[in-house]
Antibody, heavy 121, light 108 residues
Framework: QVQLQESGPGLVEPSGTLSLTCAVS?????????WGWVRQSPRKGLEWIGE???????NYNPSLESRVTISIETSKNQFSLSLRSVTAADTALYYC??????????????WGQGTLVTASP | SYELTQPPSVSVSPGQTARITCSGD??????AYWYQQKSGQAPVLVIY???KRPSGIPERFSGSSSGTMATLTISGAQVEDEADYYC???????????FGGGTKLTVL
């Protein structure tokens, strides 16, 4: 079981860009896995954001796709989330996850502890 | 958009069986997954692909799915099972992956 640790600013100004990084330990990020992000807020509950394969292929939530980029740095064993044009509605606890593809569906196997990001002036 | 519906709360006494349901139109064709989230902690996968249990999850946790409803069953619930439980699944297109609103399980 890998360990995941999120890092990044806890405060982002409205209209700015949210940037988070997830460091993976206890295994290689290139080990045929998908890596993703999920957020949680009182308003919307748990919400899937997207994921990336070690080769760079990505899937995004259609409702966020226009504002989201997930990237990966295999040399550093980490992956990142960028969310542009943030509003108060993006205030949430952001989790990075290891994502498994079961042949027909994706699901979240391991989770980081989460990092709170607040969109506020 | 696709939605999964759970009851807001379920309450049982220790040793009783707790059943938490999740309804969704695509569940006849898509798997259900269940996550346990204790206060202040990240979610933990307890059931995947309707009825499979990850290693380390106690045998008292089981899952089933029939038609448009999936069920998480905790046989002989214990006080430490108190948590929020979320179902997760995908719509028929596979493009919309959603969590249910969560069910707060009280064991007392």
């Amino acid at each position: 079981q890998v360990q995941l640790q999120e890092s990044g600013p806890g405060l982002v100004e409205p209209s700015g860009t949210l940037s988070l990084t997830c460091a993976v330990s206890g295994g290689s990020i290139s080990n045929n896995n998908w890596w993703g992000w999920v957020r949680q807020s009182p308003r919307k509950g748990l919400e899937w954001i997207g994921e990336i394969f070690y080769s760079g292929n990505t899937n995004y939530n259609p409702s966020l796709e226009s504002r989201v980029t997930i990237s990966i740095e295999t040399s550093k064993n980490q992956f990142s989330l960028s969310l542009r044009s943030v509003t108060a509605a993006d205030t949430a606890l952001y989790y990075c996850t290891r994502v498994r593809y079961g042949g027909s569906e994706f699901y979240f196997v391991d989770w980081g502890q989460g990092t709170l990001v607040t969109a506020s002036p | 958009s696709y939605e999964l519906t759970q009851p807001p709360s379920v309450s049982v006494s220790p040793g009783q069986t707790a059943r938490i349901t999740c309804s969704g139109d695509s569940l006849p064709n898509k798997f259900a997954y269940w996550y346990q989230q204790k206060s202040g902690q990240a979610p933990v996968l307890v059931i995947y692909e309707d009825n499979k249990r990850p290693s380390g999850i106690p045998e008292r946790f089981s899952g089933s799915s029939s038609g448009t409803m999936a069920t998480l069953t905790i046989s002989g619930a214990q006080v430490e099972d108190e948590a929020d439980y979320y179902c997760y699944s995908t719509d028929s297109s596979g493009n919309h992956r959603v969590f249910g609103g969560g069910t707060k399980l009280t064991v007392l």
